[in-house]
């Protein structure tokens, strides 16, 4: 069931760690099919869960193609199965064949033959994991920071990706908000601060979406969780079932003792909050022993 691109002739000498695991690991069961602008890869460990994920904006650029899918290690780690899709280009995913393998897929039964199946993306990835998530009615879908759509027609006020926004959205699976309806549960991740993911999330909304807001995270909400150190225990209890919006704050209120989340706080005052306020938060970073922050509050107020 594999298909190898000749354009990868050119890889470097390290396989990735989803080959050597075929080839030599514990589960060898599996596929890789390639093409210009994507690939796919699965690999078949247990029946019980398949984690589902898509490349970010990042990985799109990354010159290498023959990589390790986004979120493969993890899955390694919680012995899932997996299915990776991969991306080449940073066009969100719209690609006709593309389409058509992953609509092949679904046909073939391969998201029926595990108990789970859990959709999971960041950003553009998170776009997909929505947009696809008709393919496998039932799944679960954890986006992180995700665009609904960048089509011009439907969200001409998102700006931030040019390449995006000029890719082909006359297709299937354009709009994300019409495609989430067949997923059991959309946990939807998003720092409402940054105010492109803010609409966003208002237009991927629904009886089965649960908005979990991540204050002060930025766009860059599963990498503020990774470095919180909660990334691997929210996953683990969204696929188990027994995730909530308590357990959720519970987890995220570790974020807070991260430099990032405390300067991001301190951007928030500085811009928004009352004279009053500030002086507040001057004298508590003061007992916190935070000369950083302290100094640049201290800056602030000066110019004011």
Known sequence: MSRIDSSITSAPSAAPDWLV???????????FISDKEFAIQHTHRKADVLFVTFDNLSNARDPLRVRDPWGYGFAAKSEWSHLGVLSFRPNWFRNDHLFEQLQRLARDDLFKRYRRVVFAGTSMGGYAACAFASLAPGCQVIAYSPQSTLSPEIAPWDERYRSGSQADWSGPYADAATEIGAARRLWLLYDPGVPEDLRHAKRLDGPNVTHLRTRYAGHKTAWFMRHAGILSSFTREVVAGTMTSTRFHELYRVSRKLRVYEAAFLQHV?????????????????????PNMVLDLERHLALT
């Open 21 to 31: 695991d075929l080839s030599s690991a514990k589960y060898r069961s599996g596929f």
């Open 270 to 290: 500085i811009e928004n909050g009352t004279l009053a306020s500030k002086h507040r938060m001057l004298r508590l970073l003061r007992t916190q022993d935070r």
